[in-house]
């Protein structure tokens, strides 16, 4: 039924959580296919999860242990595979790129330019250089300009009223 689960607790940081910077020169713990592909915390770190934990919803796909022990690409591998051989393929200024599932499409509040933007915040996310991630304020803001997003808290807004 694909019912989405957050998973990967192991790097929370904030509120009753330490500081994890202090602990940087440590290994990450978690699990493979959605921690850090450098091999330690940085700054950035929370972004690449939630990144991953997107692309996992919007592409339906999951890095299993299965996966793992037969050396396939990870969820984020997968889609800057897909991203490459279609850029590729397509080429040019004009180049569309999403990673959302098409059964999405059924849905009658889908907005094909918010897959688009979906797809590029998680692509972001998971940049391989931390510095190349947006902060999470960023990503929220993002988040926020989506249409469907917009249309929902309207609906919540107008129902909250009643």
């Known amino acids: 039924d694909w019912n989405p689960k957050l ?7 904030g509120g009753i959580f330490p500081d994890k ?13 959605y921690r850090e592909p450098r091999g330690f915390w940085s700054h950035r770190t929370d972004e690449y999860a939630f990144g991953v934990l ?13 996966d793992r022990l037969n050396f396939k690409p990870c969820v984020a591998e997968r889609a800057f595979e897909k991203y490459s051989c279609d850029r590729e393929l397509v080429g040019g200024e004009n180049f569309r790129f999403s990673l959302v599932h098409k059964s ?25 250089l931390p510095s190349d991630r947006p902060d999470l304020n960023g990503v929220v803001y993002w988040l926020q300009r989506l249409k ?11 129902n909250c009223k009643l």
Not at 22 to 31: D, W
Not at 104 to 128: K, M
């Open 7 to 13: 998973y990967d607790f192991g790097m929370i940081t």
């Open 21 to 33: 910077t202090k602990y940087s020169f440590q290994c990450l713990y978690g699990c493979w296919g």
């Open 54 to 66: 997107l692309l996992g919803l919007i592409t339906k796909e999951v890095y299993t242990e299965e």
């Open 104 to 128: 999405f499409e059924a849905d009658p509040s889908f907005c094909a330019s918010d897959a688009l933007s979906i797809t590029r915040l998680a692509l972001y996310c998971v940049n391989y």
């Open 148 to 158: 469907a997003v917009r249309r929902h808290l309207r609906v919540f807004i107008e």
